[in-house]
């Protein structure tokens, strides 16, 4: 595998990669419910996490790529912890109280709050005109999504909204964003592969150590776990971590910041479809005009600066 900062992408892999966002992560909701289904969730996240950054970092060293410096752990943790501990975790600790496609549309404000987090920050950059638009109007979504009582009675496969539930994910989402935009400036190896090994194996280790702490490992019950939440479980593993995440961390280094953030609203189309269509959740028309306003917001964010054309007089 190649330095993704010195070698100039294809646009095969481009396309690969996008594509992994797009789908692979709008499906990843859906595969973490059915996952806990029959699983503990800080144990099974601590596995996934574990085993697809012990697979990577292997494959990696026998493939020739150098050792990574103690300063680059440092990166690895603190993005194991924002990124993966905390806001994968999050989306693992509820999904039996939250439908999967509603977690999706929390999430799809993930790119608001990068741009707010980047704008408070030492020597960062206050947001356009354009982009206040659309913070609001994705909050104004995600109160709609979360907060009147004629959305208080959405029905999911778990009832009523659990309003607590979406709490979580939504720190889970802002956690995620913190942790992309101060992760531009720790130490990081020049692999980019490497750089995503190193954050699943940190994440993968503390949540380890935790459900050891706490006790966590004694509910796993492998006689206990269905053949279709062992299935979610190695679709999690593979697609999920190995393909989705390793395609994000690559994509940071060689795309542009914007366009990357394009999977946040892409991501709850795919999930409410499978969401309804696998995971026999409901779709009201109340859930897709809170989604359209949300989204409205997002793609606000992320599309390029309107540009004006002078008139040649």
Known sequence: MTDARTTPPSKVL?????????????????????????????????????????????????????????????????????????GNGMIAFVSH????????????????????TASVRPGGTAPTTKEWIGLSL???????????????????????????????????????????VIG????????AFMGSALQMLSAGALLGIVCLVTGQWTSVDPAAISMRSWVAFAYLIGFGSLLGFTAYVWLL??????????????????????????????????????AGVTLLGVVLVVMPPFRTVERAD
């Not at 109280?97 to 707010?116: D, Q, Y």
């Open 97 to 116: 109280r939250l439908p999967s496609s509603m977690s999706s549309m929390v999430v799809a404000t993930t790119p608001i709050w990068i741009v707010a």
């Open 253 to 290: 280094r060689v795309a542009k910041t914007s366009h990357v953030a394009t999977y946040a609203y892409v991501n709850p189309i795919v999930a409410l479809f499978l969401g309804a269509s696998i995971g026999h959740e409901s779709i009201t028309g109340g859930m897709l005009v809170a």
């Open 184 to 191: 531009r400036e720790l130490p990081r190896p020049g692999n």
């Open 138 to 180: 994705g909050l104004a979504g995600l109160a709609l999504l979360v907060g009147p009582s004629a959305l208080a009675a959405i029905q999911g496969t778990t009832g009523a909204l659990d309003i607590g539930a979406a709490g979580l994910v939504l720190c889970g989402t802002i956690s995620w964003a913190i942790g992309s």
């Open 14 to 86: 481009l396309v690969a990669a996008f594509a992994a966002l797009y789908i692979i992560w709008g499906s990843t909701y859906l595969g973490i419910k059915i996952a806990t289904e029959t699983m503990p969730p800080w144990p099974m996240i601590a596995a996934r996490h574990g085993l697809a950054g012990i697979m990577l970092y292997s494959v990696l060293r026998l493939s020739g790529t150098p050792p990574p410096q103690r300063a680059h752990w440092k990166g690895g943790v603190i993005g194991g912890v924002m990124l993966l501990v905390i």
